[in-house]
């Protein structure tokens, strides 16, 4: 079957911390791996990586995908109080294009 | 593109009450999914269709969910009879062959 998990399940940093959150995967067919942020709305699309070992950086924040040991991780430097969300990791299979999240990781960031 | 629109945006039902979502994904797009959200088990994929094509619906939970899409502008998920703890915010996506999903503001569903 395939599964995404994603740790911590959640996490409490002051403004200014670093922070690393991790997913792993075990999917057939692996087609590509997402993040995405959500705060009370809808998911909002942040990365998509599909090559091993480069970084894709927006601002303060970047990922990597590691293909061989199957997972990724979002770092988030200098945290702000607006970084506070759910952040979820998807993978896409390649044969049928299939969409799976893992549960999310809560960030808070307190002032 | 106005991105995916769903509609309604908030539903309140009793129970026992036949409940219709939509959906209107993004023009182009060739996959739809739907999700269903809640605390306890996060973002669960319910169905998906390629092409209009339901693909896999293993995430239904049970036979009173049920969802088409007649055609490429349109789908909908139903749910009869519905139950309290069928209250969750429910989601649609559409994504192209590559590249990212973008999802609908939800309907938030309510069964009392």
């Known amino acids: 079957e395939d599964k995404v998990v994603q740790s911590p399940l959640s996490l409490v940093v002051h403004e200014g911390d670093t922070v690393t959150l991790n997913c792993s995967y075990e999917v057939t067919n692996f087609r590509s791996l997402l993040w995405y942020k959500q705060e009370k709305k809808a998911p909002t699309f942040l990365f998509m990586l599909t090559s091993s070992g480069i970084e894709k950086k927006s601002g303060r924040l970047s990922s990597i995908l590691d293909k061989k040991e199957l997972f990724s991780i979002l770092n988030i430097t200098a945290t702000q109080t607006g970084d506070s969300a759910v952040y979820l990791c998807a993978v896409r299979t390649g044969n049928t294009g299939k969409l799976i999240f893992g549960q999310g990781t809560t960030l808070q960031v307190k002032p | 593109d106005a991105g995916v629109i769903q509609s309604p945006r908030h539903e309140v039902t009793e129970m026992g009450q036949e409940v219709t979502l939509r959906c209107k994904p993004i023009?182009?797009?060739?996959?739809l999914f739907w999700y269903r959200q809640t605390m306890m088990r996060g973002l669960e994929l319910l169905i998906y269709f390629n092409n209009n094509v339901p693909i896999d619906d293993s995430g239904m939970p049970e036979d009173r969910f049920s969802a088409k899409m007649p055609n490429a502008s349109f789908s909908t998920l139903k749910i009869q009879p519905s139950e309290p703890r069928d209250s969750a915010v429910y989601f649609c996506?559409?994504?192209?062959?590559?590249?990212?999903?973008?999802f609908g503001q939800g309907t938030r569903l309510t069964v009392v």
């Open positions: 023009s182009g797009h060739d996959y």
């Open positions: 996506a559409s994504s192209p062959q590559t590249g990212e999903a973008f």
